[in-house]
């Protein structure tokens, strides 16, 4: 058991737990991406509303979101520490640098976790937290003709203080009443400093990203001439450009739609 410490308390141990969180993470903003692509649907939020209840109610996902949380917190914890231990060993910078944007995101992966770990916090509470653990939600009610397909969204207020969800069918018309946590992004998204702030959270992932992806591989010794180009691939189209990007897009989209109302 000493050893099993010892190893994971060495730079190379704590080098692997970062390169594994992270390689969790990147999974997590792939299903991530994918569920707030659902905010891009004209239907008043019904899609997302009814993938935000899934996701906070359904205990399988729940135990994988706290399990998420805790490798948030590993990652960046050990991050902090591997930064503060380079710095300590280097106080005295290169004297010739390279101006590469890898070069730069991985000499200030300390800055972009930093950033990254300030905006989950914010985000998280700006969101899960007031979903979970705060009543100050609004709730709606979707009727969906399933004849016709067609679905009309109303608000609905609650009999009881303890409802969150339901489901029925009545003459051929689906209701589904629900939390309207769509409600909150329009709101949180009207806010010009909160958008901003949001893309330049996703300019860090992007950066981040960048370094961290093919790192993380090449902590595990998962390289090979054949597969090289595909991680870079992946890591820079995937990681660093796409999933920013539409993420990003996300608070830009409703911050302008707000300015039209």
């Not at 489901?167 to 589904?176: G, M, P, Q, W």
Request: net charge positive; proline share 3%.
């Amino acid at each position: 058991m000493s050893e099993f410490k010892q190893t994971f308390n060495s730079s190379l141990g704590k080098k692997l737990i970062m390169a594994l969180t992270g390689l969790f993470l990147c999974t997590f903003l792939i299903v991530h991406v994918g569920g707030n692509l659902l905010l891009f649907k004209h239907d008043d939020g019904f899609a997302f509303n009814s993938y935000a209840n899934f996701l906070t109610h359904f205990p399988p996902i729940e135990v994988i979101a706290y399990l998420l949380y805790f490798f948030i917190i590993l990652h960046s914890v050990y991050a902090l520490v591997l930064t503060i231990k380079n710095r300590r060993a280097r106080p005295v910078g290169y004297a010739v640098t390279t101006k590469s944007p890898t070069s730069w995101s991985s000499k200030n992966m300390g800055l972009l976790g930093s950033i990254l770990l300030l905006f989950i916090v914010i985000h998280m509470g700006d969101f899960w937290f007031t979903y979970k653990y705060k009543d100050i939600l609004p709730f709606k009610e979707y009727r969906t003709n399933l004849a016709t397909n067609q679905t009309t969204a109303s608000e609905y207020k609650p009999e009881v203080p303890t409802f969150e969800r339901s489901i029925s069918t009545e003459n051929n018309v689906e209701i589904v009443r629900v939390k309207d946590l769509h409600s909150r992004i329009q709101w949180s998204f009207s806010h010009l400093w909160y958008v901003v702030f949001y893309v330049i959270a996703m300019v860090a992932v992007s950066f981040h990203l960048l370094h961290g992806f093919q790192s993380a591989f090449k902590t595990l010794g998962w390289v090979h001439k054949k597969y090289d180009g595909i991680v870079s691939f992946i890591g820079t189209w995937l990681f660093a450009v796409i999933i920013p990007l539409l993420f990003a897009l996300m608070p830009i989209i409703y911050y302008f739609q707000s300015l039209n109302k």
